[in-house]
């Protein structure tokens, strides 16, 4: 298995553009996850789905952002208008379930630059 | 309300020597622990995790982790150190009340020197 998938591995934009950020989680996991990291605050879960469906969007920071999943293989996380602090690494994770003790696999990440 | 504290931001150690990263956490309930590693530009890839069985848990690359519900600590350990080891280590915790939400520690970046 080729793991998370995530596209583009690295992104420079200018402020007041809009950014899509492409997700492929492993076949057969049923959830996916979105984080963004930061050195000011750590990794943070910006929302979750399970079978395609938005379980908790709490970690979405504004209305800026918006996050999709319209199949099982794939996932799409929309900054519109970006702003520069937005710039961050985001994850995007699967697993199989989210039972505890479950593990989530990670992407590489996708490196935001807003200017 | 579940939180990780990571005691140590920073850790430098010489290669061949033990390796000590602390974590403290917070949760009402039984957590589940874990410990991720993040070597520069790669994402997160699980080390080991606790979930209620053995309180002693083995993990990749001869980590390994004590859950002391006790301390309410979760310290991750290594006899010898790599070169290899150098990264960032995420303690993270996560709650069946909290619909087994991730909580991550502030991560401690691990030197490795020759």
């Known amino acids: 298995d080729a793991g998370v998938i995530q596209s583009p591995r690295h992104e420079v934009t200018e402020m007041g553009q809009e950014v899509t950020l492409r997700c492929k989680p492993i076949?057969?996991?049923?959830?996916l996850f979105w984080y963004r990291q930061t050195m000011m605050r750590g990794l943070e879960l910006l929302i979750y789905f399970n079978n395609n469906v938005p379980i908790d969007d709490s970690g979405m920071p504004e209305d800026r952002f918006s996050a999709k999943m319209p199949n099982a293989s794939f996932s799409t996380l929309k900054i519109q208008p970006s702003e520069p602090r937005d710039s961050a690494v985001y994850f995007c994770?699967?697993?199989?379930?989210?039972?505890?003790?479950?593990?989530?696999?990670f992407g590489p990440g996708t490196r935001l630059t807003v200017t | 309300a579940q939180s990780v504290t990571q005691l140590d931001s920073h850790v430098s150690v010489s290669e061949g020597t033990p390796v000590l990263l602390r974590c403290n956490y917070s949760?009402?309930?039984?957590?589940?622990l874990f410990w991720y590693v993040q070597h520069p530009n790669k994402g997160l890839q699980l080390l080991l995790k606790?979930?209620?069985?053995?309180?002693l848990v083995k993990g990749i690359n001869g980590f390994e982790a004590e859950f002391k519900k006790s301390e309410t600590s979760f310290h991750l350990t290594k006899p010898s150190a790599h070169m290899s080891d150098a990264a960032e280590y995420f303690c993270v915790v996560t709650l069946k009340a909290a619909g087994n939400k991730l909580t991550f520690g502030g991560g401690t970046r691990v030197l490795v020197k020759p």
């Open positions: 994770a699967s697993s199989l379930s989210a039972s505890a003790g479950a593990e989530q696999y």
């Open positions: 606790y979930t209620s069985a053995a309180t």
């Open positions: 076949s057969g996991h049923d959830y």
């Open positions: 949760s009402s309930y039984s957590p589940s």
